[in-house]
Structures are given as structure tokens and as C-alpha cells.
């Protein structure tokens, strides 16, 4: 690639950066994505995986109170729920096979911060932002009726509960799914893409084109561009720091962790998920997932530790099954029953007036920084990757003009062959059979056994893998990817250290 010349270079292959490779590539840019992992490797991986309605945005300890005495934050409110509620339609309308509808129930209690009023508002509200094609199916149920719903009879103090709001949600695939449909079609549409890339900013050169460094499985080259987006994350202040040093540069990501644990409940439960506030005023759900689990979280704490290795430590854990015990103590869980955990951090935007970052979406152009046409996103969560892709691309048109022709972007999910013929993976699971893996390795960028088995199948987030079964998956994609044996080995073994990394019992689990 040493010499090639590109309109933008999208440093970042998480959720936001493929959308906006996707988006320019369909504007008529020249696109080249790469991220140093896999796609969605980082963040994107990590989210609690909830399309939702916009809600949460008006949750505050006393709403009445706190929206009266600042009419600016209720109309940020308003505006990120309208966003959450155009985004719900838009996926559930051209994504429905990689979504999972369930019934979200919200208990209002007689000594809470939330009356049943404000849930009726709140909602009379939400429904009048977003789209009526894909309705809220909003109910407000009294104590009694409530109770009788699987999951709602296992809340803690039942004769305090005043009643349950119950409305339609969805729980995303696993969230790189959407990340790779989104970088296949950027790629259908002319955009190159690399993973397993590192990207460096070098300097500009003397016609103001940025030039790039890259580094990964091809070697060594510098690309130019007109311009830069800085997609990485968590990790864009690092991608600013060669071009503006150790202790010069602005200060734009703050990150707060989400931990995370998965539980296996009853089945009748699998429809059914619980909203409710935990003891610091913040959301905690208990949501179906894949595989049959429920997952439960997330905390929300400054994280200022090692981004390249975020794991749910002893303190989270005990956190969410204290609070869980709380909300659904007729659940009865301990430690013994996590199956899996999982935390990610938020590239949220760094400001001294919001201590845990700024939620906004924010895009901020570098060039007060002495970066001209370098463009980061903060912010971003995965749910309105679309419109964020969109927004990065106004931004991109207001400084650099597209040298090729618009086309369309194509958002129908990328599904895997009908080959019903071919054996499954495992048994009794027929929606990924051993003839997918090649597929997907051969036309999906993925370049390890365990971005197949997660990022772009999910079998290791729907089953707990055997040795057996990723030795099996192993085979089956050697002939594709060139592996002998030694490489097959080496594959097994990281894959079962990414299952054993997920699947790891809770700390100091009894």
C-alpha cells in the first residue's frame, strides 16, 4: 500500500469507524479503514448490547425538580431521546434478524423517586418523538397483574409496589456483527480496509495531505489523504499524542467501565427483562441475551487503568449481585451462578463539568490543535452507529469534497449461505455450520479462530466451547486461511484463552 493516496483515512474500525467508513465510501470518497485488532475488538465488543427507546435519558433522581431548574438538560434529553427513538425504528425496521425483542419491565415502588405519572409522561413523550411504525406497546400494570409476568414476580417487596411499566425493547446481536456488515459494505462500495493495521499520524506533507504510517501483516508503508478521522476510541488521545506530544495535546476521552455478568435463569424468563435504578441513582438491568442467558449490570466507574486489558474485577461482581439481590432477591443469586463476564469502557467525552464524562456525541475538529482536517469522535454508543456515520460524514464534506460518485449504502444484515446440508458446529445449534467458518474466513477479514467464533458467528458468546468443538472449528478452517499444523495449534490455543478469558468463573466465586 506504500505511496496510495486516499480522500480519508478512518483510523478506528470499532462501531463508529466502520459506519463512517460506510457512509463516505457511499458519499464518493476514497476510503481506507484500518484498526490495529480486529474489527470491534475494543469497545464496541463490550456494550450492554440494548437497542432502547430513549428512556433512561430522563431518569434523574427528582425529574420534575431537576428538568424545571435546568431547561437545558431536559432539551438535551429530549433530543437524545428522539435520536434513540429514530434509531429503534430505522433497526428494527432494515435490521430485524439481528434483533431480539423482549417485554422491559420498570417497577414503580410507593416510596421511589418515580411516580406512575411520570412514567405515562415520559412515555407520551417517547412516543411522540419517534416513529409510529415501530410502537412502544406501552402498559402500565397495576401491582397484581404485574406480579403474575415471569421474571416481575421475583422483585423485591411486592406489597410496596405501586406498579410495573412494561414496554417493547430489543437486545442487539452481538455488537460486531453490525461493525462487520458495516465495514463489508464500505468495502462493497470501494472503501479498502485493513484490521490487525496499526496507524500512526506522521506529518503533512507539502501539499497539506496528511501522511500515515502503517503497520501490520503487509508490512511496512506511508498512505496520504486529504483528511483524517480519529475513530479509535478509547484510545484517541493516544492516536493524537506523536503529533502533539506527551503533555501538549487536549484531553478528550474520558472512560467510564461497564462490568457486566451473564446468569442462566428459567426459560419462561427469556422474554422478560427488569429496569430499575440501583442505589446510586444509576440503571441497572437484568436483560435476556443469547444463549438463553440473562446479563446483568452495567456499573458505570472512572476507569484509568490498562485499556488494553479490561476485566471485570471482585468489587464489580459483588456490586451487581448486591444490587441484583436487591431488586430481584426472589432470584436467590450468588457468585456460583455467574457463567460469564465481560467490561468494556466508554470513550466518553472528557469535561470538567460532567465527573463521570460528557455522554453527548461530540466530533471535534483537531485543527485548534494544529491539526487541520483531522476529525475525532467521542461519545458515540453502539445503538446510533448509523447516525453517527452520517454526522462524520457532513462534517468530513465541509472540508474536503469527495472525488468519485455517491452510491447507496446497502444496511440489510449479511447473512450466512443456506447450507443446511453441512455439519453444525455443535450439536442442536444449526445456525452456524462448519462450511460457514471457511465462508466467513474467506470473505470477512477474519484472520483468527476467535474473531470467527465470536465476531463473526457468535457461537462463543451462545455456548460455552469445548476443546473439542474449537479444535473441530479449527480444521475446518485451515484449508482456507493456508494453517498447518502448528499454526492450527497455535489458533486452538488462543481461542480457548479468549473463552476461558470470557467464561472465567466470577472472582472469588464459592
Known amino acids: 500500500m506504500d505511496g496510495q493516496r486516499f480522500d480519508i483515512v478512518v483510523i478506528g474500525g470499532g462501531i463508529n469507524g466502520a459506519s463512517s467508513a460506510q457512509h463516505l465510501a457511499a458519499e464518493g470518497y476514497t476510503v481506507l479503514l484500518v484498526d490495529k485488532g480486529d474489527f470491534a475488538s475494543g469497545s464496541s465488543s463490550r456494550s450492554t448490547r440494548m437497542l432502547h427507546c430513549g428512556l433512561r435519558y430522563f431518569e434523574t433522581p427528582n425529574p420534575v425538580r431537576d428538568f424545571l431548574l435546568s431547561p437545558r438538560r431536559f432539551r438535551t434529553a429530549l433530543t437524545m431521546a428522539k435520536a434513540s427513538m429514530e434509531t429503534r425504528a430505522e433497526l428494527v425496521t432494515d435490521s430485524s434478524d439481528r434483533l431480539m425483542p423482549y417485554t422491559l419491565c420498570f417497577p414503580i415502588y410507593k416510596d421511589g423517586p418515580y411516580k406512575?405519572?411520570?412514567?405515562?409522561?415520559?412515555?407520551?413523550?417517547?412516543?411522540?418523538?419517534?416513529?409510529?411504525?415501530?410502537?412502544?406497546?406501552?402498559?402500565?400494570?397495576?401491582?397484581?397483574?404485574?406480579?403474575?409476568?415471569?421474571?416481575?414476580?421475583?422483585?423485591?417487596?411486592?406489597?410496596?409496589?405501586?406498579?410495573?411499566?412494561?414496554?417493547?425493547?430489543?437486545?442487539?446481536?452481538?455488537?460486531?456483527?453490525?461493525?462487520?456488515?458495516?465495514?463489508l459494505d464500505a468495502e462493497r462500495m470501494g472503501a479498502t480496509v485493513r484490521n490487525y493495521t496499526t496507524a500512526r499520524l506522521i506529518d503533512r506533507d507539502g501539499s497539506g495531505h496528511w501522511r500515515v504510517g502503517l503497520s501490520g501483516a503487509e508490512g511496512?508503508?506511508?498512505?496520504?489523504?486529504?483528511?483524517?478521522?480519529?475513530m479509535a476510541g478509547i484510545w484517541i488521545d493516544n492516536v493524537n499524542r506523536p503529533v502533539l506530544g506527551e503533555t501538549d495535546g487536549k484531553r478528550y476521552i474520558l472512560g467510564t467501565k461497564g462490568a457486566h455478568i451473564a446468569v442462566q435463569l428459567p426459560p419462561e424468563y427469556h422474554d422478560y427483562g427488569i429496569a430499575a435504578v440501583n442505589s446510586i441513582g444509576e440503571p441497572h438491568y437484568c436483560l435476556p441475551s443469547q444463549g438463553g442467558y440473562h446479563h446483568i449490570g452495567p456499573t458505570e466507574t472512572i476507569y484509568e487503568g490498562n485499556i488494553e486489558d479490561i476485566r471485570v474485577n471482585t468489587a464489580?461482581?459483588?456490586?451487581?449481585?448486591?444490587?441484583?439481590?436487591?431488586?430481584l432477591p426472589g432470584l436467590g443469586l450468588d457468585k456460583s451462578d455467574v457463567v460469564y463476564s465481560w467490561a468494556g469502557v466508554r470513550p466518553l467525552t472528557y469535561d470538567p463539568a460532567f465527573p463521570k464524562g460528557n455522554r453527548s456525541r461530540e466530533i471535534h475538529d483537531l485543527a485548534d490543535q494544529g491539526m487541520p482536517n483531522v476529525?475525532?469522535?467521542?461519545?458515540?454508543?453502539?445503538?446510533?452507529?448509523?447516525?453517527?456515520?452520517?454526522?462524520?460524514?457532513?462534517?468530513?464534506?465541509?472540508?474536503?469534497?469527495?472525488?468519485?460518485?455517491?452510491?447507496?449504502?446497502?444496511?440489510?444484515?449479511?447473512?450466512?449461505?443456506?447450507?443446511?446440508n453441512a455439519l453444525p458446529v455443535i450439536d442442536g445449534d444449526d445456525s452456524v455450520r462448519l462450511s460457514h467458518l471457511g465462508y466467513?474466513?474467506?470473505?470477512?477479514?477474519?484472520?483468527?479462530?476467535?474473531?470467527?467464533?465470536?465476531?463473526?458467528?457468535?457461537?462463543?458468546?451462545?455456548?460455552?466451547?469445548?476443546?473439542?468443538?474449537i479444535r473441530k472449528a479449527a480444521e475446518a478452517v485451515s484449508a482456507h486461511l493456508g494453517w498447518d499444523d502448528?499454526?492450527?495449534?497455535?489458533?486452538?490455543?488462543?481461542?480457548?484463552?479468549?473463552?476461558?478469558?470470557?467464561?472465567?468463573p466470577a472472582p472469588d466465586a464459592e
Not at 511496512?220 to 480519529?230: F, G, K, Q
Not at 465470536?454 to 462463543?460: E, S, V, Y
Open 316 to 327: 464489580e461482581v459483588d456490586f451487581l449481585m448486591a444490587e441484583t439481590r436487591n431488586v
Open 375 to 420: 476529525l475525532a469522535m467521542t461519545a458515540g454508543p453502539v445503538m446510533s452507529h448509523r447516525s453517527a456515520g452520517r454526522d462524520m460524514t457532513a462534517a468530513v464534506r465541509r472540508l474536503v469534497a469527495p472525488s468519485g460518485a455517491a452510491q447507496s449504502p446497502d444496511y440489510a444484515p449479511r447473512m450466512l449461505p443456506d447450507e443446511t
Open 116 to 183: 406512575p405519572w411520570h412514567l405515562d409522561f415520559g412515555f407520551k413523550i417517547l412516543g411522540g418523538l419517534g416513529p409510529k411504525s415501530v410502537p412502544l406497546d406501552y402498559r402500565r400494570l397495576s401491582s397484581e397483574e404485574a406480579c403474575r409476568l415471569p421474571l416481575v414476580n421475583e422483585l423485591a417487596d411486592p406489597a410496596q409496589l405501586r406498579s410495573v411499566a412494561t414496554f417493547r425493547e430489543y437486545m442487539l446481536d452481538w455488537p460486531e456483527r453490525f461493525c462487520i456488515d458495516a465495514v
Open 220 to 230: 511496512e508503508s506511508v498512505v496520504t489523504a486529504s483528511a483524517v478521522l480519529n
Open 486 to 504: 502448528a499454526e492450527i495449534h497455535r489458533q486452538v490455543d488462543a481461542a480457548k484463552t479468549r473463552r476461558d478469558w470470557l467464561h472465567q
Open 440 to 469: 466467513v474466513a474467506e470473505t470477512e477479514h477474519a484472520r483468527a479462530l476467535s474473531d470467527i467464533l465470536f465476531a463473526r458467528t457468535g457461537l462463543g458468546y451462545r455456548h460455552r466451547l469445548t476443546d473439542a468443538q
